[in-house]
Nanobody, 125 residues
Framework: EVQLVESGGGLVQAGGSLRLSCAVS????????IGWFRQAPGKEREGVSC????????FVADSVEGRFTISSDNAKNTVNLQMNSLELEDTAVYYC??????????????????WGQGAQVTVSS
């Protein structure tokens, strides 16, 4: 069974850092791009960052550029999202998703064949 599991969420003060991880199983890891999305109550889902399989190409949304960094550990079938300089507006449920067609169409609403359960990130003042 294909499974994506997020970990590393929690409560952090503004200006602090968190590191999210997405563990992928049930698929050939190198054949899939992995994306991070977030959704806050009452707001639309937002694509945050994407890393494109074995070639390592990345996409980062303007809203988090310079603060968030995506990386992959192919040996562990894991994608990480390092979140620094967190702001109150970063509070959301963060989801990882897998898609075989890379990051070129990451911003389309139908991107993502498989999804994780989500991890809560709460930034406090």
């Amino acid at each position: 069974e294909v499974q994506l599991v997020e970990s590393g969420g929690g409560l952090v003060q503004a200006g602090g850092s968190l590191r999210l991880s997405c563990a992928v199983s049930g698929v050939t890891f190198d054949d899939y791009a992995i994306g991070w999305f977030r959704q806050a109550p009452g707001k639309e889902r937002e694509g945050v960052s994407c890393i494109a399989g074995s070639d390592g190409r990345t996409f980062v949304a303007d809203s988090v550029e310079g603060r968030f960094t995506i990386s992959s550990d192919n040996a562990k079938n894991t994608v990480n999202l390092q979140m620094n300089s967190l702001e109150l507006e970063d509070t959301a449920v963060y989801y990882c998703a897998a898609d075989p067609y890379g990051c070129n169409f990451f911003t389309l609403s139908n991107w993502g064949d498989y999804w994780g359960q989500g991890a809560q990130v709460t930034v406090s003042s």
